[in-house]
C-alpha cells in the first residue's frame, strides 16, 4: 500500500472506533445541607418519580427510571425495605428526555441528530424536609451503545445518582 492509502486507512479505522465509543457526556451537581446529621445504617427509600417534561412516550419512563434505581441502592445496599430505622427519601423529576435514535446518531455530518437526553432532579428527603438535591444529565449525541441508549440511559443516571448521594452520605459519617 501506498503512504497515501495508509493514512486513509489509518484514518478510516480512528474515526470508526471514535463513533463506536460514542460521544455520551455526564453532568450533575450535589448539594447535599452541612447541617445534616447522618449514620452509617441509613437506608433511602425510592419514592415518588414524575415526568415533568411533559410529553409521554410509548414506554413508562418513570417506572424504568424507579427501577434503576431500585438496582442501584440494593447493590449498594442502601435500599429501604421497610426495617424498623432511619431512612430518606428519593423524589425525581424527569425533566427532559428526548428518545433518540440510533440510526440518526450513526449520520456522523449532522451532529446532535438523533441524540438521546436525559435530565433529571432528585430530591432526598427526611420526612418532608429536603435535605439533598442532584441535579443530573447524561446524552449521547454520536454512535456508542446505539440501539439500547434510550434503555441504558436509565441505569446510567440512577448510577450517578445514587454514587453522588453515596459520597457524600459518607463523607458526613467520616
Request: net charge neutral; aromatic share 10%.
Amino acid at each position: 500500500m501506498s503512504k497515501v492509502q495508509n493514512l486513509i486507512y489509518s484514518f478510516l479505522v480512528l474515526f470508526s472506533v471514535t463513533i463506536l465509543v460514542a460521544c455520551e457526556n455526564v453532568k450533575h451537581q450535589v448539594n447535599l445541607d452541612g447541617k445534616f446529621k447522618t449514620s452509617p445504617e441509613m437506608k433511602i427509600e425510592v419514592g415518588k418519580v414524575s415526568n415533568a417534561c411533559g410529553e409521554s412516550f410509548g414506554i413508562n419512563i418513570e417506572e424504568m427510571l424507579t427501577s434503576a434505581f431500585t438496582i442501584e441502592l440494593e447493590k449498594k445496599a442502601m435500599l429501604w425495605r421497610g426495617e424498623p430505622g432511619s431512612k430518606l427519601t428519593l423524589e425525581t423529576k424527569i425533566i427532559e428526555y428526548p428518545k433518540g435514535d440510533a440510526f440518526n446518531r450513526w449520520l456522523w455530518f449532522m451532529p446532535g441528530w438523533g441524540a438521546t437526553v436525559l435530565t433529571i432532579q432528585s430530591d432526598l428527603k427526611e420526612a418532608d424536609k429536603i435535605i439533598g438535591t442532584v441535579e443530573a444529565r447524561r446524552y449521547v449525541y454520536a454512535g456508542g451503545e446505539s440501539i439500547a441508549t434510550w434503555e441504558t440511559i436509565f441505569a446510567s443516571i440512577a448510577k450517578d445518582v445514587v454514587a453522588d448521594f453515596e459520597a457524600q452520605i459518607k463523607k458526613k459519617n467520616i
